[in-house]
């Protein structure tokens, strides 16, 4: 079975092929993430804690034959170290769940999404949001930036498969998308 996390900045598309893989992937399970909303020093231990714990679920779920779609996972929470928006250094705790993350026993795949034209995040990012971090053209862009740093880490494990998406078309990300995981619908 597969194990898809989808990651990318705030209004690339996430939510939409997300769902689009729960709709089109036969027997998928979707988790959707935000992420701890502590952003302290004492957030650390508990975003740790918090995907140790789900990176032990996603180990009891191998042999379940359901696909597990994940809409963010820890790498967000990197992301958002990176650029300063929360008190604390996660490399560390970074290496250690991306570790565990490959050697899970899953067909992985981390599809990391984009806009080629960034000024599309302006329109996508007037929907409705949760406030967990400010929603800008300019916080989008360099989340997308820091999100290109994080795929040089993942492809680093040879398990987990990469897609770049460039979500600024959705039907030509669906087609990319119905290539490589065999969707017939279309």
Do not use: W
Request: aromatic content about 14%; proline content about 1%; charged content about 30%.
């Amino acid at each position: 079975m597969k194990c898809i996390i989808i990651e990318g900045p705030q209004g690339c598309g996430k939510t939409t092929l997300a769902n689009y893989l729960r709709e089109n992937l036969e027997a998928s399970n979707l988790y959707r993430l935000t992420g701890n909303k502590d952003k302290t020093k004492s957030g650390k231990e508990k975003s740790r804690r918090m995907y140790l714990a789900l990176l032990e679920y996603m180990k009891k779920m191998e042999d379940c034959e359901v696909n597990l779609i994940f809409d963010r996972t820890f790498f967000s929470d990197y992301v958002y170290a990176k650029l300063g928006y929360k008190e604390y250094d996660y490399d560390d705790t970074f290496q250690e769940l991306l570790e565990m993350f490959g050697g899970l026993d899953y067909e992985m795949y981390y599809i990391s999404l984009y806009l080629e034209d960034v000024n599309i995040y302006s329109e996508r990012l007037k929907r409705v949001h949760h406030n967990y971090q400010a929603f800008s053209l300019e916080s989008s862009v360099k989340q997308q930036e820091a999100y290109k740093k994080v795929l040089t880490e993942v492809k680093k494990l040879d398990n987990i498969k990469v897609l770049e998406l460039a979500m600024d078309n959705f039907d030509e990300a669906y087609e990319k998308i119905d290539r490589l995981f065999q969707i017939n619908n279309r």
